[in-house]
């Protein structure tokens, strides 16, 4: 339903949160006191049963244990986001709780919906996720934190299971278990053994019964794509007592048992077709104790079936954290109830920090900027809800938050107003100031503090969430969709937390470097970038540079393949292999996410040289876009290879190419702008010079990117009206062609669909894994002798022109958007064959291209245009979601009505409902952390080696990776 401003007192009245003392009562109470009654605190938000005292000790006296083992354990750091330093938070341990999730609602007969709601073009229970799983997480751990995470642990669409393992030596069965007595050798193993179908980085979970007589340092193997992960897991813990569910029903004498749970161990990288194992050995330091076999999956896969037995539709990581966290074997009393279960688990983990992340929203559609948000009692549905720091009583902060709280909080929001103001948005509101609010994720830690302060197993959890935007709001909402205001609040946040840490002169990790090339000649490859200024923290100097290579441009080495002080470097490279490179910069404090991915091929004797310039600056989640592996070279170079297996290749980020153009000698040069728009300066002065100059030179040019006729022709802040007409024949038509199917591509006799989704319009194809919808593609038509090469299909309207001496082709939307991968590599391949006059290639005529099919998990026509799928809720009842603009206003999806307020304040009604779930990535949901790996093996994901003697041909690998694109290549599957 839409939201109707007549009904907000009511919806305030339903989700306010329960009774907690008045402003004024607090103000005459002693400052030597506390300032609220410690009966009252433990009354929660929502209207929800009382967590009792045993709740919260069950998950404290937990949390205490977990903190002790962790003196003697250290980091298990076998994921994507590995550290090459240990950095500024070394040591530290964050719970990260990435906002909300579908669930399954039981006043609908457990049918699954948003809990937020669906509007201008993007829903809260998805972006948070991405935001956090994307950004916050990988900076905080390369920063040497550890995460734990409150949702699924990666984006994984598939799961394999392995319940039987290899067994090898003496193992016997003991309550129907396999068992082996430990011993100092590893006589005795276990294994379990599985391949992927789709190449990429997967979480692992191993599951086994724990029990008195089991060695608690049980040892593990991942064989994985980068070589083998060794680490331990307790077996012997017994870690909940037996009971029922957190209303009360858990007694103070029921025992702690034993039980089986799923152990996440680590994310690795595994190619598909090929064969991998975890083993589990006998090998251990205790004398007398056994190991135990019990089960392995890898991946994450489809989501939780409902109480009637609904599958979602959906993947894991899009649930809420309740279901993740049930699925993984935690306690009932823990994963009963959405919203306090995440800050439960951060409780039962011990960690030293609990971090929500979510956006706001409001009635009033003019409320934006950012608030942070830390726990204030109110006294009832009359009170203000939300209370700006100005008006909390004196001394509030310090008696009634735990330690450490208001600096926490303080630190990480100026810190993310400060990034986000000066890198993405300079008039961006800045609020350096706290919220006070009674949501259920800053009520359970609060209390679980404020009732056992004076005992010696106390846990202070400094506890903060921040709206990081209002998604109500036309300007905001936008903001939250582009990447860069991502990566610049997540880089806030992570230096929030060093501040709050480490103190606000701490050393925080470089940004990422910029302008990469990637160029292959004389038997290197030869890879160059610019080191980024951070002009908020200037203590963030890089100190040296990681270059990591890969032979697919997805999977890369754990181990760089170099590492320098300067700002380049030289790698042996054989002839006709292809080459992936990315750079972090590193320093004391950590190391950098990853520069853009560059590709490079040393050319055959003769052949001829292509330069591929990645332009892809702007790049938007929506509410139905795709989780981008952010690797453009790895489609077009391909694309490259389908024409002539010795091509040779090269990369440039668009801001470098005017300087490497200048003395090129390149046959080719294909340049992609992605989906550019008038926020960026789509083709600056110096790009479009270095365009001319090709143009006059005779270089053969592909040319492709939504809105590029649009920025030139009509943008005022860049026009440049005879452009595209003077070096390409073309003239831009209209801003959009209102059609995402075109055709005419060169040796492709069907059409070709692009940049869709069924957020717009009820179109029903699915996006390409490597962009997201395309709402503006140009509409372009021919000028002085140049011809209309691809048309829209539906109207005849120009897509691509191709210039009157037939050698440069623009095209008007992104051609790495093309859905199909096979018709993706062949159109690009096609178009080079185009304008540098040869022939296309014939593999590519006949194909039969169509998107792939949907994956859905209980067949319900959720978008509503007649047709069974699993793309949106439930929306059988609405009529307008078929039809739905971008930016057709707050539609209230599945009619969750929260996430607003009356207007009077610009604050949310949060968490007071079943909240949301988040993603994990370097520490195990439900166990305290393995021991590190001391005998890990990573080699190179690539063998970098000479020989330039050789000509002619790929290899045979890259032949059969050309084939697979082209036969089997399977995209990401997204909403």
């Not at 030596?169 to 053994?193: I, L, Y």
Request: aromatic share 10%; hydrophobic share 35%.
């Amino acid at each position: 339903m839409r939201l109707n401003p007549v009904h907000l007192p009511l919806i305030l009245a339903v989700f306010s949160l329960a009774a907690l003392g008045t402003a004024a009562d607090a103000l005459a109470q002693s400052e030597d006191a506390p300032l609220f009654p410690a009966e009252d605190l433990l009354q929660p938000p929502g209207g929800e049963e009382v967590l009792d005292d045993e709740v919260l000790s069950l998950a404290v006296e937990h949390g205490q244990a977990a903190r002790e083992r962790r003196k003697f354990l250290r980091s298990l750091n076998v994921t994507r986001s590995r550290p090459t330093s240990p950095g500024a938070l070394s040591g530290k341990r964050v719970a990260l709780s990435p906002g909300h999730g579908i669930h399954a609602r039981s006043d609908t007969n457990y049918d699954w919906r948003w809990q937020r709601s669906i509007g201008l073009g993007i829903v809260e229970d998805k972006h948070t996720y991405e935001w956090v799983r994307d950004f916050v997480q990988p900076m905080l751990e390369r920063a040497g934190a550890e995460t734990l995470m409150l949702r699924a642990n990666d984006y994984t669409e598939t799961k394999v299971l392995v319940e039987t393992a290899a067994f090898a030596g003496s193992w016997k069965t003991e309550n129907s278990r396999q068992v082996a007595d430990t011993d100092s050798q590893g006589a005795n193993t276990a294994k379990w053994q599985f391949g992927v179908s789709v190449t990429g980085n997967y979480p692992v979970y191993i599951r086994f019964l724990a029990a008195a007589n089991r060695a608690p340092d049980a040892a593990y193997t991942v064989n994985h794509a980068a070589g083998t992960t060794s680490f331990t897991l307790d077996q012997a813990e017994a870690r909940v007592k037996t009971g029922g569910s957190y209303g009360g029903s858990i007694t103070a004498n029921a025992a702690k048992t034993y039980y089986e749970t799923w152990h996440y161990v680590g994310t690795y990288p595994f190619r598909a077709g090929e064969n991998y194992s975890v083993e589990l050995s006998s090998k251990s330091a205790s004398s007398g104790k056994v190991v135990t076999a019990g089960s392995v999956f890898v991946g994450e896969g489809p989501g939780s079936p409902a109480a009637n037995g609904n599958l979602s539709g959906r993947y894991r990581w899009q649930e809420s954290s309740a279901y993740f966290l049930k699925a993984m074997g935690l306690p009932s009393w823990l994963t009963e109830s959405d919203y306090y279960c995440r800050p439960l688990m951060a409780l039962f983990e011990g960690v030293d920090a609990y971090f929500s992340l979510h956006t706001n929203a409001n009635s009033n559609a003019s409320a934006k900027g950012t608030q942070m948000y830390v726990w204030y009692p109110n006294k009832d549905s009359g009170e203000q809800q939300w209370r700006e720091e100005a008006s909390w009583p004196s001394g509030y902060a310090a008696q009634n938050l735990p330690p450490g709280t208001y600096d926490y909080a303080t630190a990480i929001n100026n810190s993310f107003l400060d990034y986000v103001s000066k890198f993405y948005d300079s008039s961006w509101p800045i609020n350096k100031y706290l919220w006070g609010t009674s949501v259920g994720e800053l009520y359970v830690t609060r209390n679980a503090w404020y009732k056992n302060a004076s005992s010696s197993n106390a846990i202070a959890i400094p506890t903060a969430l921040i709206e990081t935007a209002f998604h109500s709001n036309t300007s905001d909402a936008a903001a939250i969709k582009e990447q860069k205001f991502r990566f610049y609040g997540a880089r806030g946040i992570l230096a929030g937390f060093i501040h709050y840490f480490k103190g606000k002169n701490a050393l925080i990790p470089p940004m990422p470097p910029e302008k990469l090339t990637v160029t292959a000649d004389d038997c290197e490859v030869r890879v160059s970038w610019v080191p980024v200024k951070d002009i908020v923290n200037s203590n963030s100097e890089p100190t040296k540079y990681n270059v990591y290579v890969s032979d697919d441009g997805i999977l890369f080495g754990r181990t760089p393949a170099a590492t320098v002080t300067d700002t380049s470097a030289a790698l042996p490279i054989s002839r006709g292999k292809t080459v992936y490179v990315k750079v972090t910069a590193a320093n004391d404090a950590g190391e950098s996410l990853d520069s853009m991915v560059g590709a490079a091929r040393l050319a055959s004797p003769g052949e001829k040289k292509i330069l591929f310039v990645d332009g892809v600056d702007r790049e938007l989640k929506g509410a139905y876009d795709t989780n981008n592996v952010r690797s453009y070279a790895r489609i077009y170079g391909p694309a490259a290879s389908l024409n002539n297996a010795g091509y040779g290749l090269s990369t440039v980020d668009d801001e470098a190419a005017p300087e490497h153009l200048k003395n090129h000698n390149y046959d080719l040069v294909v340049w992609a702008t992605g989906n550019t728009s008038s926020k960026t300066d789509v083709l600056p002065s110096d790009q479009r010079a270095a365009l001319a100059a090709l143009r006059s030179s005779g270089t053969p040019l592909v040319l492709s990117g939504a809105e590029i006729g649009y920025a030139l022709a009509i943008a005022s802040y860049n026009p440049d009206t005879t452009f595209l007409a003077d070096k390409f024949g073309a003239t831009y038509v209209k801003d959009d062609s209102g059609d995402h199917t075109v055709k005419g591509a060169p040796g492709i006799s069907g059409n070709l669909t692009f940049g869709v989704s069924n957020e717009y319009g009820g179109k029903t194809s699915a996006l390409s894994a490597d962009t997201g919808y395309i709402q503006y593609p140009d509409v372009l038509s021919a000028s002085g002798g140049a011809t209309v090469l691809m048309t829209y299909a539906s109207a005849g309207t120009g897509a691509a022109i191709l210039s009157a001496d037939k050698r440069a082709v623009l095209v008007g939307f992104p051609l790495e958007s093309i859905v199909d991968p096979s018709a993706r590599v062949c159109t690009i391949a096609n178009l080079m064959a185009t304008v540098l006059g040869t022939s296309v290639n014939s593999s590519c005529t006949q194909a039969s291209f169509q998107p792939t099919a949907e994956i859905c998990g209980n067949g319900a026509d959720d978008d509503c245009n007649g047709s069974a799928d699993c793309f949106d809720s439930a929306c059988a009842n609405e009529a307008q979601c078929a039809d739905m603009p971008e930016d057709a206003g707050i539609l209230e999806d599945a009619g969750i009505l929260d996430d607003e307020d009356s207007g009077t304040n610009p604050g949310p009604i949060e968490d007071g409902d079943a909240g949301g779930l988040e993603d994990l990535d370097d520490t195990d949901p439900t166990e305290t952390l393995p021991d590190s790996p001391s005998n890990e093996v990573r080699p190179d994901m690539v063998t970098l080696e000479g020989g330039c003697s050789a000509a002619g041909s790929a290899p045979l690998s890259e032949l059969a990776l050309l084939l697979g694109l082209l036969a089997s290549a399977v995209r990401r599957r997204h909403e």
